[in-house]
């Protein structure tokens, strides 16, 4: 900061800051311009690492060693083996048997028969059922309610009527819980009808099988259903909706009123520093809304419009639609023509086209090569005459030859009975049609056809809002609470109003304000009475009934306390499992215990199924030498659990199978046989079957055509940045261009947008790097024959279109024809140490984006974002040299700055002291 005094005008009257200023600005230009250099070197850092982002994840998903199944430089990719499992000449899936290949197998047929498998010892426990309650005093005489009842692991909804008494209510709810789990032997015909599940005259829920049950919220069947979007609460909310005995549940997001109140400011504009991703949804609902606007402007045309004026909108589009259309590709066309004008002349594009292109002048090269592609041509009188003369020699030829073999009808019935011009089916004309492709073609335009147009492409409301809508965002009155309104009505409508069960009862959500009112109707129209439950984390009940959930087994919260065993003085439970002691107190969880043990090493795994509401220990060894031992359960914990019992204990078996005839015996429940690992889950007994080990072509041929897909696309996205033209009047915006622009944050993100493309554009660094890759898939080796070997032998061939860049083209058919006869060769031309194409292209990805040793060209150039490399490369070193420029001008800015104010205050000064002496001078002649 300057010491200097600066005085400005005081005597003199003159804007002496705005000349300062405008004496300075070329050396403050000076400064932005450095400043826009930085930003421009940023941008281009940010793209080149795109290019590197790509080409790594294109390295990582096919070079990667520890990927065997697609690391194609490497030999396990070819020597994949697949095993098919065959029983009675029918190919099978064996339940608990599975056949894992290995590099080292051996193709060929392996007989099976399981004699005995590998078990392990466990101990299972009983039931430890005590079912689930509700209260039926709580429920309304006459009223119509829904619930749903697991029992085990099977589900049913049921709905049932609200007796005059508890007594009714319970004998309802039985017939219902009869009717979808089924009666019990003692219950059958009898009036109240206690099935297999039933509650009893306390209100718990019983499975005569002990099965766990726990059943969830009950709620009023209804015509229809009235929720409210009132107070509404920002969060994720679920609503169960019940039908008949089917439930259909859906899950969706709310806004709360103020959402998005703390983005604006006092202005009524979004802040600058306003929460990025809650600015980004804001835009994305308002534009939505708008949209919604502008569809329901459409609907009420729609709704009223004839079909002459319908016709004359989708005239219209149609019109606009061939005009850019041809447009295009007349672009297309003539630029194809500069190019090839530009190998040998200079003129740029404007110049040579205003002298060689005069469009709809039949006499004009151009034109009419333009006019012969773009419109339909039937070939010329000439050329009629003479491919009707080519036609006359070929049969000719052919009758000769067919008389000289003994025929003996005349021409024209020999051609009437062997010739069909035109006709690909008809052998002769086969032949004769290389001939007729080549020198007569007929040619099809690309006008655009009217009724093709329309069947595609023709959206009759985008063409009514481009020619008639009136609806703006301008005209519209939106704010906050508006867009938070139409957020939560369209996330309402969006997962209620898609719903639809099983039987095909479909939901309608009609919302007036903040009351919605939801009906259901089936397939056939007819109303349908449901019930609508809000889910007991859901953040907003909507005025529904919340739903509740009342279980019988044992969660992870229960203690052990709770499982009735009794602790000892001190409050512990002690014993052993297989020698290792453990001791919990009372206060220990039900999941704690678990963890414990399990994690412990005594070999073992203990487990509480909800399902059969029992616990259970599972040796972790299998065969004859797992085991299980408990002892010093002093407090009988686990044996109230039927953990100790005699009768639960089952002891492990060793595995024993017969594979091509030779009897293996295993305490495991896998042996390996020629490479291939044989694993036997629960197979059945008995069980015989062959598994063939086959050489896995589809594999091979399923990662060669995901590769050339993630090649084809790394190519397309690198070539649209290199072809992607820059549009050089916009530049990027230092701090001092937006204060002269003076531009709104939409319109300085549009020119930032601008100022960005071509970044890229005709990069040589990366021009090379992809010209290494598709040069390094150009490799050849030989094959077995001594015959050249290559991409192109599988059917991969380059693409002959030159827009395309190199891309990869598969002959599906040729490449698994090729993998069937030729995978030793495939597998040389992809991983052979010294031509093979997959390490060429290796060496050609490490050079670009290499990150060890010798850095990548790529790496050199941008570096990556973190790590060495983010400040070892060239973008970085010039970012550091402008900067060191820019410390530099500005020095000599604020120097010359200072220097301008020193001269002018001192012109002040001195215009102050003549003023002072000349008011002196003036006081003696008055």
């Known amino acids: 900061m300057s010491d200097i005094i600066r005085m400005s005008g005081m005597n003199s009257g003159l804007d002496t800051e705005a000349i300062i200023k405008a004496l300075t600005a070329n050396s403050k230009l000076k400064i932005t311009k450095q400043e826009r250099n930085i930003l421009k070197y940023k941008a281009q850092q940010d793209a080149y690492r795109d290019v590197i982002s790509k080409l790594t994840n294109l390295k990582s998903s096919y070079f990667d060693i520890l990927k065997k199944d697609s690391y194609l430089s490497g030999q396990t990719m070819w020597s994949k083996f697949a095993a098919k499992t065959v029983v009675d000449g029918a190919e099978k899936n064996i339940a608990g048997f599975t056949a894992t290949t290995s590099i080292n197998s051996l193709a060929g047929d392996y007989k099976i028969k399981v004699n005995k498998t590998s078990t392990q010892a466990k101990i299972q426990g009983g039931s430890l059922s005590d079912g689930a309650k509700l209260d039926p005093s709580a429920l309304s005489e006459g009223e119509s309610y829904g619930i749903s009842v697991t029992v085990g692991d099977e589900t049913k909804n049921i709905t049932f009527t609200g007796g005059a008494t508890a007594e009714e209510t319970l004998e309802n709810i039985n017939k219902e819980l009869t009717k979808a789990f089924g009666e019990s032997n003692t219950s059958a015909s009898t009036a109240s009808s206690k099935g297999l599940v039933y509650v009893d005259d306390s209100g718990k829920f019983v499975s005569r099988a002990s099965k766990g049950i726990s059943i969830s919220g009950i709620g009023n069947m209804k015509n229809s259903g009235s929720i409210s979007l009132a107070d509404i609460a920002t969060g994720n909310n679920s609503l169960s909706f019940q039908v008949g005995d089917e439930v259909v549940n859906v899950s969706f997001q709310t806004l709360a009123k103020d959402y998005f109140s703390d983005i604006f400011g006092d202005d009524g504009k979004i802040k600058n520093d306003a ?59 003539l630029g194809k023509q500069y190019d090839e004008y530009r190998k040998t002349g200079s003129d740029d594009f404007n110049t040579w086209k205003a002298n060689n292109f005069v469009e709809g002048d039949e006499n004009n090269e151009l034109w009419k090569g333009f006019s012969d592609i773009y419109y339909d041509i039937e070939l010329t009188p000439e050329q009629e005459t003479a491919r009707e003369a080519d036609l006359n020699t070929f049969l000719t030829e052919k009758y000769n030859a067919y008389t000289s073999e003994g025929g003996t009808d005349d021409f024209d019935t020999w051609k009437a009975a062997s010739f069909k011009d035109k006709d690909p089916s008809n052998p002769l004309y ?78 309608d959500v009609e919302i007036n304000g903040t009351d919605v009112t939801i009906t259901a109707e089936d397939k056939d129209g007819n109303p349908q009475s449901f019930s609508v439950t809000a889910g007991a984390e859901s953040a907003n009940s909507f005025g529904a009934s919340s739903a509740t959930t009342s279980i019988s087994q044992i969660s ?333 001008l500005k020095k000599r800015y604020e120097s010359e700055e200072n220097r301008l104010w020193k001269k002018y205050s001192a012109m002040e000064q001195m215009m102050s002291t003549l003023n002072s002496q000349s008011a002196s001078i003036s006081s003696y002649f008055q």
């Open 275 to 333: 929460d990025k991703s809650k600015v980004a949804l804001y835009n994305q609902v308002k534009d939505d809304y708008v949209e919604s606007k502008k569809y329901e402007e459409y609907e009420a045309w729609a709704a009223t419009a004839t079909d002459e004026e319908k016709e004359a909108v989708r005239k219209q589009a149609f019109t606009e639609a061939q005009a850019e259309h041809y447009k295009n590709e007349l672009d297309k066309y």
């Open 430 to 507: 086969g032949e004769f049609k290389a001939i007729d492709d080549e020198k007569y073609p007929t040619r099809t335009g690309r006008e655009l056809d009217e009724d093709l147009w329309t069947g595609v492409s023709y959206k009759e409301y985008e063409a009514f809002k481009s020619q008639l809508g009136t609806v703006k965002e301008a005209n519209l009155t939106i704010t906050a609470e508006t867009v938070v309104d139409h957020y939560n009505e369209t996330s309402l409508n969006n997962s209620v109003g898609n719903l639809e069960t099983k039987s095909g009862v479909k939901f």
């Open 556 to 888: 992870n919260s229960t203690t052990l306390a709770d499982l009735g065993a009794t602790a000892d003085e001190n409050g512990k439970y002690n014993f052993e499992i297989n020698g290792k002691s453990f001791s919990f107190d009372k206060t220990t969880t039900v999941k704690d215990m678990l963890k414990s043990i399990n994690a412990s090493s005594a070999g073992v795994k203990i487990a509480y199924s909800s399902l059969d509401n029992a616990f259970s220990i599972t040796a972790n060894e299998f065969g004859t030498g797992s085991k299980i031992e408990i002892t010093g359960d002093a407090q009988g914990l686990l044996g109230g659990l039927g953990l100790t019992s005699p009768s639960a204990y089952t002891a492990g078996t060793n595995l024993e199978v017969e594979i091509n005839g030779k009897l293996i015996e295993s305490d495991g429940n896998s042996v390996e046989v020629d490479g291939t690992t044989f694993t036997f889950n629960a197979a059945s007994e008995g069980a015989e079957f062959t598994t063939s080990i086959e050489k896995d072509n589809s594999a091979i041929a399923d990662t060669i055509k995901k590769f050339v897909e993630d090649y084809n696309k790394v190519i397309k996205e690198v070539y649209e940045m290199l072809d992607e033209e820059p549009e050089k009047k916009y530049y990027f915006l230092a701090d001092a261009d937006k204060e002269e622009l003076n531009l709104s944050e939409k319109q300085e993100e549009q020119w930032e947008e601008k100022a960005k493309k071509g970044l890229l554009y005709n990069d040589s660094t990366i021009s090379s790097v992809m010209s290494k890759l598709r040069t390094s898939l150009m490799g050849v080796i030989e094959d077995a024959d001594g015959k050249s070997f290559s991409l192109a032998s599988l059917g991969i061939k380059t693409s002959t279109d030159w827009k395309e860049h190199g891309k990869l083209t598969i002959d599906e058919d040729k490449l698994n024809a090729a993998i069937s006869e030729h995978s030793d060769d495939i597998a040389k031309l992809f991983s052979d140490s010294e031509n093979g194409i997959m390490n060429k292209f290796a060496e050609a990805l490490e050079g670009a984006i290499g990150t060890t040793g010798d850095k990548g060209t790529l790496i050199n150039k941008a570096g990556l974002a973190s790590g060495s490399t983010a400040k070892e490369n060239q973008i970085y070193e010039m970012i550091k040299r402008t900067n060191e420029k820019i410390t530099t």
